[in-house]
């Protein structure tokens, strides 16, 4: 059951901070991303590509973890979430990514676009916090 992102969890999502993602190999075992995060404030945004090994885990079993913890306040402000990835979607996933390499880059378009790779949103409805 989706659970409500408070208000100082939200910001922190929208701040400046690496998270880590965590899906499931087909084996049961945990495989960790560090990845670019957002929030549309319900739920959690992660950019990647299609055909990555966390983009083939999560379409084999949509279950995640994702943690968020701030460099300048490392035992006050940690986030946790587990959840579920509800969408993977190409609509908007380029625009998407030009807008956190301007939040974490500084710079207006991704330099990492690879023309060969389709970008997607992940969206993680959240089943559970803990933090912040």
Do not use: C, F
Not at 35 to 60: F, H, M, Q, S
Not at 107 to 117: H, I, L, M, T
């Amino acid at each position: 059951m989706a659970v409500a992102l408070t208000g100082n969890q939200a910001a922190l999502l929208r701040e400046k901070h690496i998270a880590e993602l965590v899906t499931l190999m087909p084996d049961g075992s945990p495989q960790i991303t560090p990845v670019w995060i957002d929030t549309d404030g319900t739920n959690v945004l992660v950019n990647t590509a299609a055909g990555r090994v966390k983009t083939r885990n999560i379409e084999r079993d949509p279950r995640v973890a994702v943690g968020v913890i701030d460099p300048d306040s490392p035992y006050e402000r940690v986030l946790n979430i587990r959840g579920r990835v509800i969408d993977i979607a190409t609509d908007g996933a380029d625009d998407h990514i030009d807008s956190l390499a301007r939040k974490y880059m500084g710079v207006d378009s991704y330099p990492g676009r690879n023309p060969a790779e389709q970008r997607v949103i992940l969206t993680i409805e959240v089943d559970h916090t803990s933090g912040v």
